[in-house]
Every structure is written in C-alpha cells, then in structure tokens.
C-alpha cells in the first residue's frame, strides 16, 4: 500500500435542496463565511499533503473551473468533466484515467477539515484493507445514508434506510486503490445512478471505516446554508468583524461580530449590521438598513430602510427601499419534501429584483431574476424570470 | 516579434528551455530551436512549427548540456524554414544566437561579412550577429569582449543572446525589445516574458535598454555599454506558473472571456467610491491633469479599439480627444502642444508602433500616460505615469479581458480627464460609477445566460459577418469584427452604422449577417441601419438590452445585455461578441489560441 498523494474531489451536482441559489451557481460554489465550499475541501487536501488534485465538474462546471484556477494557482490540479450526471460512481470514473496509485475521494459540496483527510488517510495506510470510509454522526441519517460498522470495519451501507438504524453516516471522504474503478464497473446502475456506495460493496477486500467529528458539515439546505455559515463565522472571527480594505462602512453604521465584509462593499449611514451577516464582494447596504444572520452574494444591493433577517441574497439581487424579510419559523418543502419548524428568512436568487416595501414572508423564495413589484406581499414561491405586481 | 529564452546552472537546462518556449507561443509559433553547450561544444536542434515539433526531434534524438539558448519564430525576415529558424551559427558552429527584434542594417553587415569570406545559410537579418562574433573571437578577443563589439555595429530593435564553446557564460542584451532575467535557487534564467521561467523563479529583474548582461552558473553581471556596473531592482512577480494553465477550459481564450468578471473587478478594485459616487484613483489624484488642453489616444489593434472608445468617451463630455493608430501617428504628425496630453493604450507595453508614438509625443513635449497591462514594461518606463488595467496574465492572442479591462480603465481616467479639464464633474459621473460597479456582475450575466453557442451554430458557411453601431458602439462593432476575422478567418467588418449607406451595403446579402450593437445612446437611428439591412434580406442580430421592444422584435436573432449605462454598454456587447466569435471559431476547428500569421504582441514595425 503506498502513501497517498491524489485526490478526486467531485464536484459535478448542482445541489437541488438549495434551489432557486443554484440557478446559476453549483452547491460547491455556496458561500460559507465568504468562501465558496470548494474552497474548504481544498484547504484541507492541501493542508492535509495531498500533492495533486482532480475535480469533477459538470453542473455549472465552468463557474468552479474559473474561481479554482484562480484562487488556488499554486497547487496542481486537473479539471475532467462528468457531461451526464449519473451519479457518484460515474463522476469518479470520469477522472480514472489521471490516477494512478491510491487516492483520496471526497465530495467537494460538503465541508470538510484538514482532520477528516488525514485521519481517513492514516487509517487507510496502516491498515491492509481495500478502502477507508469516514464516518460521522448526523442527527439526519436519513439524508445521507446509514453506515453499519462492525469492529472498525464496515458491514454495509444504506443509501435510502427506511429505518433509522444507527447515527453514523457516510461523511463522503474515502481513500481507494485502483480497484474502485473496476469495482465500480461491476457496479449495476440504481435507478439510472451509479452509486460510489454500492461500488464499496464489490471490492476486493475489507473496507474499514473512521469516526471523524466535528469537521464534516453538509451545508445542504438554504436554512443549513445559514447555520453552516454562521458556525464557521463564529470559529474563524470569534464576536470580530473583519472588514477589507477597499470597504466602505460609513460611521454611524453599527456592526456587530462576527460579520464579515468583503472588498469593495459600502454600507451607508445608519446601518446595522448584526452578527452571522456576511457581505461577498462588492455589497451595498443602503441607510438605515438592518441586516441580521444573513449571506449577501457578490453584488448584491439594498436599499435604504431594509430589514433582513435569516436571509440569502444571490448574486446582483436588488432589494428595493423599505423590504421587509423579517425571518423567523417556517414549514418549507424543499426537493418534494417537507421541512417543518425550520428558521428561515427569504431566498432572493440571483438578479432577481424585489420593489420597495415588498414584504418576504418566512419561508419564502424569489426565483433568478423574478421581478416582484412594489408592496407585493410574497408567501411562497416566484418563479425564476416571473412578475408579480400588487 | 519572437520569443528567446536562456538558461544556465549545474543541471541539465534543455527542459527549462522547451518548457519556456511553449509558454513564450504566444509571441509567435512559426519554428523554434535550442542550442544548448554540452562540455566544450554547441549541439543544435531546429525545426518548422510549433515548439511541440521541436519537443518530439528532441525526444527521438536528444541533446543536453547544462547551459543553453532557445527561440520560437515568428517570422520578419526570411520565409518559414528549418534554415531560417534560429538559433543561428556562425560557419564553424561556436557561437550560437537567438534574437527577436529587426536589425536594421543587416544588409550593409552581411555584404561586408560576405567580402571578408563569411558564408550565410539563411535569409535572417540576425545571422550576422554569429559571424560577427566570430570574427572578434579569432582577433583574439573573449568571448565577452566579442558579443560587446559585434552588438556595437549593430543598428535596429533587439533582444539578443548568445553561447561561445568553451565559455561558461550566456551574453545578452536589449535594445527596444523586451528581456527579463530570472533568478533561481541554482538556475539563472533569460527570457523575452516572465511566463517563460515563471515555474522556476519568482525572482526577476526587468532589464532596460542598453543594459548587457552575462549569467553563468553561479551569479550574474548587469553592465552598460562601456561595460560599467549597474544596479537592477529583483522584483518579486505574483504570476503564478499555474495561471498559465487552461485551468479545464479547451482553451486559454474561453478561460480568459470566463475570468472578466474578476478580472474586471480587479480593474475597479479601491478605485470606485459608491456612496460619493465617484472615481478615486491613487495614480492621479484631483487636479492631475489641469495642465491638460486635448488628448490624443494612441495604440493598436485592440488597443486601438478600446483607445477609439475612450475618446468617443472624453468627446461627448467636452474634452478634445482624438485616436490614433500609433503606427501612422508619427506619419499623421498631429500637432502637439504642451497641453496635450498623450495615452498609450498597449496591453503588453512593449507594442513597437506604440512605443514609438509615445517617444515622438515626448520629443515634442507632451506628457504621456501608459494604459497597460504589464508591470514593468517598457512602456510604463517610457512614460511620465502609468495606470495598470490588472487583468491579469492574458495568453490567447486574440484579447478578450484586456479590452473589457482597457475600457473600464480608461472610463475611470476619462472621469478624472473631464473633471480637470473641464472644471466640472461629468452630469451622469454617479450613473457611469454606479454602472461601472455593477459591470463585473453584467458581464457574469451574460456568461450564465449567453445564446451565442447556438448563433454560432446558426450562421455558420456565411460569407462575411458584419458589425455596426453608433458612437462608442462603433468602437465595439470594429473590436467585434477584429475578434470574429483574426480567430475564425472568416471575413468580418465593423462599420460605423451611419456609414452603411455611403458604401458597405453593397456588400449585404442574404448570406451576411449583420451584427447590430445598441447601447441605449440614438437606438432608432441604429434601428433604422438595422431595418435597411434587413430589407436586402441579412438576417439581423441586436446586441440590446431592451429584449421587449420594436428592436427585438424586428431582428432575427438577439443577444441580449443587460440595461446599463449607455457608455458602459458597450463592454458587455463586447463579451457576448466575443463568445460568439469563439463558438464560431470552434466550429470551424480553428486553433483558437494561436492564429496563423499572428502574434500577442508585436515588438516589431
């Protein structure tokens, strides 16, 4: 078994529990703390020794191709594109012709720490095994798959549980030998999906698992979005506000940490910013706005008087004067689902523009550039590209 | 215009050579060579076509040596052959030289070189330069004193560098082309572009004309002329080696349209203030230009094009402002006062026909600006001040982000040009500001929403494509057309809309589509051009944000922009412009990065 120096991270989904924010942006593109996160996944590889990186893109590929190439210039990596999405099996087998030797696997639309990678890693070469998959606990196995372990190794995997069995879950970090691939060629298509998972099943050999904790957050839903975010804010800025350089805050506006405003923002006289807020780039917040727990996307802009709360504002939205997105709890379906009880403000999409004093009831999502008129109550859902006028 | 690269220290130097001319192609790619000195003799490798050609000879047939030259050709002088491909030797094969640049008097040189017995294998101007070396060499002169002397007969621009058998030494020096050295643990390098050594050395000294320098494995020597010492600051350069990969894109063009906006934001970073609503720009405090009575813009190509929309620009806010081709400004003469003032635009600062504007503005008294995007140019050197478009590294030949990023850095020097000159802020200042800030997101936009790979798709077999538009639209039009003609060798022309009845519509037919740009600024009168082309039966393309109205209704096909400032628009049309010339190239399997017959930039006349 030789040391591990690759890695394949697939990044080819478009993550459809954050829509209408993934119109245009994959889930690994999400902001987190006011970076995309890929950007988390690659940190801990590099962090963690891995030398060469391979990503899978598909779904919005050229959005990661560009930020990647641009953000992480120095490490070596390569770009194979995965054109159909038919699972995680068929993104990995995408990239099998730029491995060679034993590699780690991990899924680029999670966050994951440097930990993670080595400890799977470590377990992995000091074990004679076919495969290390971490494993971690979740209070939502039902969204990720059940791992059964038995004495360090693991017994089975369960995509879809109809019983909640046990509470250790698939982390997605895996290290693998070349055999996967072949494994995975063996594997049968489920419901048109080759699945990484079932491809374990068919090794060669024993697959060893690894606790990890803490490090592996799956920012998988807008209200996820928000808690994810705003837990990486508070472990990386304590109750600080960072604030870049070219940034203008005006005076008399109020930040309260952690808060993070990215380059090239203003924020007007008056305004309030409360902690778990993040600005990206090139944010207006207009006069006496107030702005609390919420993500602002690159170019996003806000009117005067504005109140938002537990809120996600894709890139170049317009909020107009006088919105209220007061947040709160909300029942919320999400991918056909039902999510009861969640708190969550309003999903602005991008360039979608709401009117002055329109108000966005908990819950509630305006699609990529939906236009909803001045004093519209929304309740629900707009359509991308839709109207709505009072 | 060609590339030279140069390399020496205790290990083998032929793959920092090849690895540095692959990333020098741009600069041309019709023939490319090593030689490299292994012990006491020269060993040579030379072939037609691009470095990866030269890469397989190399394979099949390999040389080393741990000192040695390289060169890729874009040819002046002589056709596309093995024999004129460099580096060139002297009869007995001693020297070895590689040279981008033109010397002048090469004729005079070489008859006198043939009266004295010497025999000529090419057609180069620069193979004099080996023979010339030769000569000192055999009164008995080293090999230093031999490269000084013959450099000294020569007239003309150059960067040159040369190898003597049994001389642990490379010799090079500059004269109106660009060279850089590099300095790595264990390895110095030369090159006409940091690119080229790059992944070994971060560490670089931008040598100027006149300077001579020798490297050899240990250290290095900067001279002048009369071989005195001088001293050269070492920068340190943020390029990375990997921003010169693809990063996943078939090619570094589609890369470069898919990096504007951040390279556009970089353009605009710290330089905008929203809440006052105007232009801070470090380079050129308030008052900088008060001095200033008119403005001449001078560059070429694209430059000349982003040029052109600046002084649209500058003319419709009050400001005398004119463009010019830099290569027919000396012959134009335009008058010069000691009001004016005189703005290089040139991407890489070393553009020959601009540099040489720039010298004949400063002769007459002007003072100059650099627009460009190359710290550490010649031109930046040239000038009284400079304002970098930060783009970043651009390596397609065709420019894409440096335009966008050219025009937007322009547009925040014309608010400060207006305000000095014409004692008052421009009535829109806050509105173009405001536009500016919002143009990165525009431009990501029209990425995410483009049509233009199905255009492409729909008017391919075409017999020539049209671009027409008004004011800073006309600018746009030309810069699209250029765009469409260099990559996909299709013929395209951009006229000015109102031209079209004074000539061009002859040309229109129902196989030449018309590509009509609106900005928002006299969209009926552009309207009517595009409804008299329609009439003989092109089918009409509107670059428009007004996706709603008579215009979309009456074109074939629309691109569309989003709303904005009408002299902002034309930067997005541009981007839509842009892709739509590379999916038509793509179809056509045009090698996008590299047309034939061009270069990324020219250093020559």
């Known amino acids: 078994m030789s040391e591990i120096r690759e890695a394949v991270v697939l990044a080819a989904g478009e993550g459809k529990r954050l829509r209408p924010l993934t119109k245009y942006l994959p889930k690994p593109m999400m902001p987190v703390a006011n970076r995309p996160v890929v950007d988390y996944v690659l940190d801990a590889l590099v962090e963690s020794g891995i030398e060469r990186i391979v990503v899978v893109v598909g779904y919005r590929g050229d959005r990661i191709q560009t930020h990647l190439a641009a953000t992480y210039n120095d490490a070596d990596i390569e770009f194979v594109q995965q054109p159909s999405r038919l699972g995680s099996g068929h993104a990995l087998m995408q990239a099998a012709d730029t491995i060679d030797g034993d590699f780690i696997v991990v899924n680029g639309d999670s966050i994951i720490d440097t930990d993670i990678v080595s400890s799977t890693r470590e377990r992995y070469e000091s074990t004679d095994c076919a495969a290390t998959v971490a494993v971690a606990h979740s209070d939502t196995p039902e969204e990720y798959g059940v791992v059964i372990t038995d004495r360090g190794l693991i017994a089975d995997i369960d995509e879809h549980p109809v019983e909640r069995e046990g509470y250790l879950v698939n982390a997605g970090v895996y290290a693998f030998d070349s055999s996967v691939f072949d494994a995975l060629n063996r594997t049968d298509p489920w419901q048109g999906e080759i699945r990484l998972t079932d491809a374990i099943e068919h090794l060669d050999g024993p697959v060893t698992s690894i606790l990890v904790n803490g490090g592996w957050l799956d920012p998988s839903t807008p209200w996820q979005l928000l808690s994810v975010s705003e837990t990486l804010l508070g472990r990386q800025y304590g109750s600080d506000v960072y604030v870049a350089d070219s940034a203008r805050v005006h005076e008399s506006a109020v930040v309260e940490g952690p808060v993070v405003i990215g380059k090239d923002c203003d924020v007007g006289p008056g305004a309030v910013i409360r902690p778990g807020t993040c600005l990206q780039d090139n944010v207006h917040i207009g006069a006496n706005a107030v702005v609390e727990r919420s993500i602002l996307s690159t170019d996003a802009h806000v009117g005067a008087n504005v109140l938002l709360r537990d809120s996600v504002v894709g890139p170049g939205a317009r909020i107009g004067d006088c919105v209220a997105s007061p947040g709160g709890r909300a029942d919320v379906v999400v991918d056909g689902r039902l999510y009861t009880n969640r708190r969550i403000g309003s999903i602005i999409a991008d360039r979608a523009t709401v009117g002055a004093n329109a108000t966005l009831t908990a819950g509630s999502s305006v699609g990529a550039e939906a236009t909803v008129g001045a004093g519209v109550v929304v309740d629900g859902t707009v359509r991308e590209k839709s109207e709505v006028a009072a | ?605």
């Open chain 2, 1 to 605: 215009m060609c590339g030279i690269t140069a390399c020496i220290g205790q290990d083998d130097s032929v793959e920092p050579l090849l690895n540095g001319l692959q990333k020098l192609e741009y600069r041309g790619y019709d023939s490319a060579g090593v030689a490299v000195k292994n012990g006491s003799k020269i060993q040579l490798d030379k072939k037609v076509g691009e470095v990866s050609e030269l890469v397989a000879s190399i394979e099949s047939d390999p040389i080393s040596g741990n000192l040695g030259i390289g060169h890729t050709r874009w040819a002046t002088h002589g056709g596309v052959t093995d024999d004129n491909a460099h580096p060139h030797t002297d009869e007995s094969g001693r020297v070895a030289v590689v040279h981008n640049g033109i010397i002048g008097n090469y004729q005079s040189l070489r008859k006198e070189l043939e009266s004295r017995g010497h025999s000529f294998v090419s057609d180069t101007d620069t193979e004099v330069v080996p023979h010339l070396i030769e000569e000192e060499l055999n009164n008995g002169a080293t090999a230093e004193e031999a490269f000084r002397s013959a450099i000294a007969r020569l007239s003309g621009t150059y960067a040159i560098a040369a190898i003597v058998d049994n001389d642990e030494a490379i010799y090079a020096t500059r004269s109106g082309s660009p060279l850089c050295l590099g300095i790595g643990p264990g390895q110095y390098f030369l090159a006409s572009d940091v690119p080229a050594f790059v992944q070994h050395t971060d560490q670089v000294v931008y040598l100027h004309d006149g300077d001579f320098v020798a490297i050899e494995p240990d250290g290095y020597e900067i001279t002048d002329g009369a071989g005195r010492s001088v001293s050269r600051e070492v920068q340190r350069v943020e390029w990375s080696a990997e921003t010169a990969s693809k990063g996943g894109y078939e090619h570094f063009m589609l890369k470069e349209i898919h990096e504007q906006p951040g390279s556009l934001r970089n353009t605009i970073h710290g330089r905008l203030n929203a809440l006052t609503g105007t232009v801070e720009l470090d380079e050129f405090p308030p008052e900088s230009f008060a001095d200033v009575d008119q403005v001449q813009f001078v560059g070429m190509g694209t430059s000349y094009h982003a040029a052109m929309y600046a002084s649209s620009m500058l003319s419709s806010r009050g400001v005398p402002a004119y463009a010019f081709q830099a290569g027919e400004y000396g012959l134009v003469r335009p008058p010069v006062t000691e009001g004016t003032l005189v703005i290089a635009v040139t991407q890489s600062g070393e553009t020959a026909d601009t540099l040489d504007a720039i010298r004949r503005a400063q002769s007459a008294g002007a003072d100059t600006v650099a627009v460009t995007n190359t710290v550490g140019s010649s031109v930046t050197r040239e000038c009284d001040d400079t304002l970098l478009i930060r783009a970043g590294p651009e390596i397609g030949v065709a420019a894409t982000k440096t335009f966008c990023s050219q025009v937007t850095a322009l547009s925040l020097l014309g608010e400060r040009l207006v305000e000095d000159i014409t004692g008052t802020r421009t009535s829109d200042g806050r509105d173009l500001v405001e536009a500016l800030s919002r143009l990165p997101g525009h431009v990501q936009e029209i990425l995410d929403t483009s049509v233009a790979p199905a255009l492409a798709q729909e008017l391919e077999d075409s017999d020539s494509y049209f671009f027409i538009g008004r004011g800073i639209a006309h600018s746009a039009a030309l810069e699209g057309a250029l765009k469409f003609k260099e990559i996909t060798y299709e013929h395209a022309e951009g006229f000015a809309a109102s031209e079209l009845k004074h000539g061009p519509l002859a040309l229109v037919t129902p196989n030449t589509p018309v590509f009509a740009l609106f900005t928002g600024f006299e969209d009926e009168a552009t309207l009517s051009s595009m409804k008299e082309v329609q009439a003989r039966g092109a089918p009409v393309i509107a670059v428009t944000s007004k996706t709603d109205s008579e215009i979309a209704e009456f074109a074939d096909y629309v691109l569309s922009i989003p709303e904005t400032h009408p002299d902002v628009a034309g930067i997005p049309a541009s981007v839509q412009l842009q892709l739509v010339a590379y999916h038509a190239a793509d179809l056509l399997d045009r090698p996008i990065d590299k047309p034939r017959n061009l270069a990324k930039s020219v250093t020559v006349h």
